[in-house]
């Protein structure tokens, strides 16, 4: 894949948090004028049943470099606007914000799994229908931007998805310099042609240039798109901890810069009002980092083949269903299983709960030299 398929991370979890921690101070009209809308859920079609009051974002990074410099796009070699041509993601992540916003979940979907992309028109002639087929997930995002993406995502998982944020290159950038730079660890010196990125071994913090080939590098360890999905949920957590550090919001100047980069670097669907922004930002004051959790759909194949589609990632069933059916009926994705005690030790005291992560998350609070290379 050419260094011109860029991918970012997205720090929008981060944005909602701060962002609408701090709408009381700055104004709900000034912020609410501020921010981009688009309409993306006017044309979705058999939506699925919502059976909880959690909320769930699909929050997507565009490939777009409208707002980047002619030295950044020199610096990242990504191509000009006009060679980004063309609606792309690669970057899609589903965050699950649990009823009593005590909870989260932030769910990265590899761009090329296997799913049935749903009937759509055509995206060179509206008067002709393409049929449902399978294809790559970024697909969907090629053929009919942001409504068949949401559409296809709700087709692959049964989650009906609630809300929609896109967040830019030129965005990802500025809303990581606005923090000051944000801390990264690597386990192993990084040398990718590809990203353009060199890091030796250790702890480095990141301006927003350098944070976008951090995320965006796939070729150093032969983990490709796996790696490379485990190092944004790295660097997502990394930033949710600077963004709500002490440093950040009680830092008058800091936190000004990083609103108005949030403010203009983020489109949020049209059905997001201050109103709710407001309430979100009341309801979610005492979510610790320690109560977010990242982590990739469950695979079974990561270097699958689909006659049609050619190389793809193919989901893991039963623990996908088993992850969705948690997502759909907000509940925890830690397990917390009481052994059994032994008929003779029925006096003992009872055994402390064994936590069972079948789906291999990590926490937003979990220091920067973790298992990730």
């Known amino acids: 894949m050419k260094s011109t ?52 974002y699909l929050v997507v990074g565009s490939d777009n470099r409208a707002g980047l410099t002619k030295q ?18 690669d970057t899609m992540l589903l965050i699950h914000l649990s009823k009593s916003r005590d909870r989260a979940s ?22 002709t229908i393409i049929s449902a087929r399978p294809g790559k997930l970024n697909s969907a995002f090629a053929y009919g931007g942001a409504p068949l993406l949401i559409e296809t995502i709700e087709l692959a998982t049964a989650v009906k998805i609630d809300h929609y944020v896109e967040v830019s290159f030129a965005g990802f950038a500025e809303i990581v310099d606005a923090l000051g730079g944000v801390e990264v660890c690597t386990k192993v010196d990084i040398d ?16 927003g ?55 203009a670097s983020v489109q949020l669907d049209a059905g997001l009002t201050p109103d709710d922004l407001l309430t979100l930002a009341k309801q979610m004051k005492n979510l610790s980092s320690g109560n977010v959790r990242t982590l990739t759909v469950p695979i079974d194949n990561p270097n699958g083949r689909d006659a049609n589609v050619g190389s793809v990632v193919i989901w ?17 994705l830690i397990d917390e299983v009481i052994p059994t005690p032994e008929p003779s030790a029925s006096a003992s005291p009872s055994k402390a709960p064994v936590i069972v992560d079948k789906f291999k998350t990590r926490t937003a609070a979990e220091k920067p030299c973790g298992e990730i290379k």
Do not use: C, W
């Open 5 to 56: 398929r860029s991918i970012r991370i997205i720090t929008s979890l981060s944005i909602v948090i701060v962002l609408t921690s701090s709408v009381s101070s700055f104004g709900l009209g000034r912020i609410s004028d501020s921010i981009a809308r688009i309409d993306v859920f006017k044309s979705v079609d058999n939506r699925p049943e919502k059976i909880s009051k959690a909320e769930i």
């Open 72 to 89: 950044q796009i020199r610096e990242l070699r990504v191509g000009s606007t006009a060679v980004a041509a063309g609606g792309r993601s």
């Open 106 to 127: 932030i769910i990265s979907l590899p761009r090329d799994s296997l799913v049935t992309i749903p009937e759509h028109p055509s995206s060179l002639n509206k008067e």
């Open 192 to 207: 990718d042609p590809k990203s353009h990125l060199v890091l030796s071994a250790g702890v480095h913090t990141l301006n």
């Open 209 to 263: 240039i350098e944070a976008l080939k951090y995320v965006r590098t796939r070729g150093f360890d032969g983990r490709g798109d796996i790696g490379r999905m485990q190092r944004q949920q790295q660097f997502l957590s990394a930033v949710l901890r600077k963004s709500t550090s002490t440093g950040t919001l009680l830092n008058p100047f800091k936190l000004r810069n990083f609103i108005s980069a949030s403010l």
């Open 316 to 332: 893991d069933d039963v623990l996908s269903a088993d992850l969705f059916d948690r997502i759909r009926n907000d509940l925890p």
